[in-house]
């Protein structure tokens, strides 16, 4: 009796012997030499070479076709799968490059997949990480783009906010320490993110973050960190830039009474 497709026997073999897993040979065959293994590509399916579907790979010699892993995709028939782009993905089993997807800005490829930037980082589309804010900015989970710390705050590198100065100091923005913060000096004092002179009439002590009204009965120029006393004779209200001679006024005790 002759012997099956896939397997061989020599002259006066009592039983046929099957071919390598992965390797064909008709019918009839008398020797291992007629076993042919099958392509790369290709996969031993009901007996037969069979050309592995799109999505898939096989080694030449293979029982199964392996399906491609994320990231990667393969043509109908293919040895190996290919690569998606740096910056992309794609599902297991792809079969183009039409299936690989850009990452969107303000995320990055992450364990195989498009994984949001956490706060502090940032990332452009088609990126493979997110990288970490420059000292002096700072950005939210999801960012393209770090921001420019604000005048009066300041922040290290990777930031995901940053911090204000002391009141009564000031920082330019990009700030990137705390020793960006400058101490407003006597006579001046925070106003619209920039240390600024007190008016006449008003004070402030070293870091303030406003100037204060002198008292009644006292009065300043600009610039002041102290507030000066009138003159004897002499009165200002609070607020005041100078004192006014003061007038003299008569009191009268009413008819019958006196001063006790």
Do not use: M
């Not at 020797?31 to 009901?46: E, K, P, Q, R």
């Not at 993905?89 to 039409?98: K, R």
């Not at 950005?139 to 009564?168: H, I």
């Amino acid at each position: 009796t002759s012997c099956s497709a896939n397997s061989f026997a020599a002259a006066g073999a009592s039983v046929c012997t099957n071919c390598a897993a992965g390797a064909t040979a008709p019918a009839g065959s008398t020797a291992s030499t007629d076993c042919t293994a099958c392509s790369a590509g290709n996969s031993l399916v009901g007996g037969v070479c069979s050309q592995c579907a799109a999505g898939k790979f096989s080694l030449a010699g293979s029982t199964t076709c392996t399906t491609c892993a994320v990231n990667t995709y393969a043509d109908a028939g293919s040895s190996v799968c290919t690569n998606c782009d740096a910056g992309s993905t794609s599902p297991a089993g792809s079969s183009s490059t039409n299936d690989c997807t850009v990452c969107a800005a303000g995320s990055a490829v992450q364990s195989g997949s498009c994984t949001q930037c956490t706060a502090g980082k940032f990332a452009v589309a088609g990126s493979t990480v997110c990288t970490s804010c420059s000292a002096g900015s700072f950005s939210v989970a999801g960012s393209s783009t770090c921001s420019q710390c604000g005048v009066n705050s300041y922040a290290g590198a990777g930031a995901s906010v940053c911090t204000n100065c002391a009141a009564g100091a000031t920082a330019p923005a990009g700030s990137t320490a705390s020793g960006s913060c400058t101490v407003c000096p006597a006579g001046s004092a925070v106003q619209s993110g920039t240390c600024t002179q007190c008016t006449a009439g008003k004070f402030s002590l070293a870091g303030s973050s406003t100037c204060g009204n002198c008292a009644v009965n006292t009065f300043s120029g600009a610039g002041a960190s102290t507030c000066g006393s009138c003159a004897a004779g002499s009165t200002s209200a609070a607020g005041s830039s100078d004192c006014t001679v003061g007038s003299c006024t008569q009191c009268t005790c009413p008819a019958g009474s006196a001063v006790q």
